[in-house]
C-alpha cells in the first residue's frame, strides 16, 4: 500500500541528509519512503539526485526523485543497476547538495527576474547552469539592464522566505499569482508563498520549489539571451556568471 511521504523539502530548504524508512517498493523499481529531503520534479524544477546509505554503508544512487499518482506521493528512482532497499530498512539519505544549491540559486533567480520583468509568466525550467523563463509580452527589453536590476536585488541581499496560506485564499486572491499556464501548488490544504525582502515589498507569489534565504546567495547571474518565441512570447536565459567572463 501506497503511504504520504513527508515532504521535508518544503520548508527546510537547506535540510541535505535525515534518515528513513523504506515504506514501499514501486513496480519499476522507485523507492518510497515515509519522509524526504530529496526534491520531487514540480514547477519546473528538477528533481534531486544524491544516494541513500545502508547500514552496512552500502550505497543506492538515486537518478531522480518523483511525485507520484498525487502530489503527497513522492518516489525515488535508483540509477541504473542498484541494489534494492528492503520494506521496513532504515536509510540515511543524502541530497547531491552541490547540485541542488545551484538549482535553489536559480530558482530565486527565476523570482528576481519576474520582479524585474513584470510580465505573465508562460513556462520556467530551471537549470543547474542555466534557466529560463517565458514571458507574454510583446516589449523589447534590453538584456543588460535587465542583467543589471536583477544584480541590484542581489547585491541588497533582501530576504527570502515563505508564508504559508491556504488553498481557499489563494482562490480569493487571484491577483498574487504570476504564472500563466503554470498551475499554483494547490491540492495540499496550503500553499507557500515565497517573499522576498522585508513584509514581501519586492515580491511574494505561490510556489512550491526550493529557494536560498537571501538573495546575496544567487552570486553573480546575467541574462545571456532573450529569444522572440512567437509574437507575444519572449524567453529569457538566466545563466551563472557575468557576461564579460561568458564572452572572454
Ligand atoms: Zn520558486
Redesign the pocket.
Known amino acids: 500500500m501506497t503511504l504520504p511521504t513527508i515532504a521535508l523539502f518544503r520548508d527546510e530548504f537547506y535540510l541535505s541528509t535525515v534518515e528513513a524508512v523504506v515504506t514501499a517498493i514501486r513496480e519499476d523499481g522507485g523507492i518510497e519512503l515515509d519522509q524526504t529531503c530529496f526534491y520531487a520534479t514540480s514547477g519546473g524544477q528538477p528533481g534531486d539526485s544524491g544516494f541513500f546509505e545502508r547500514a552496512d554503508g552500502g550505497r543506492i544512487e538515486i537518478a531522480t526523485t518523483r511525485h507520484g499518482e498525487t502530489k503527497d506521493i513522492i518516489f525515488h528512482v535508483p540509477a541504473e543497476a542498484q541494489p534494492a532497499p528492503l520494506v521496513g530498512e532504515k536509510l540515511v539519505l543524502h541530497v547531491d547538495w552541490a547540485r541542488r544549491y545551484r538549482l535553489m540559486r536559480m530558482?530565486t533567480a527565476c523570482?528576481l527576474l519576474s520582479v524585474v520583468c513584470p510580465y505573465p509568466i508562460t513556462g520556467a525550467a530551471v537549470g543547474e547552469d542555466e534557466s529560463r523563463v517565458d514571458f507574454d509580452m510583446v516589449e523589447t527589453i534590453d538584456k543588460d539592464t535587465v542583467t543589471a536590476d536583477m544584480m541590484a536585488l542581489v547585491a541588497a541581499n533582501h530576504p527570502v522566505y515563505l508564508q504559508w496560506i491556504t488553498d481557499e485564499e489563494l482562490v480569493a486572491n487571484p491577483g498574487i499569482v504570476k504564472s500563466k499556464n503554470v498551475r499554483p501548488p494547490v491540492g495540499l490544504g496550503r500553499v507557500s508563498l515565497?517573499c522576498i525582502g522585508e513584509n514581501a515589498l519586492i515580491d511574494s507569489q505561490p510556489?512550491g520549489?526550493t529557494?536560498v534565504s537571501e538573495t546575496q546567495e544567487v552570486g553573480a547571474i546575467f541574462i545571456a539571451k532573450i529569444e522572440k518565441k512567437g509574437k507575444e512570447n519572449r524567453r529569457f536565459r538566466i545563466r551563472f556568471g557575468t557576461p564579460e567572463a561568458a564572452t572572454l
Do not use: R, T
Open positions: 530558482h523570482h515565497v510556489c520549489g529557494h
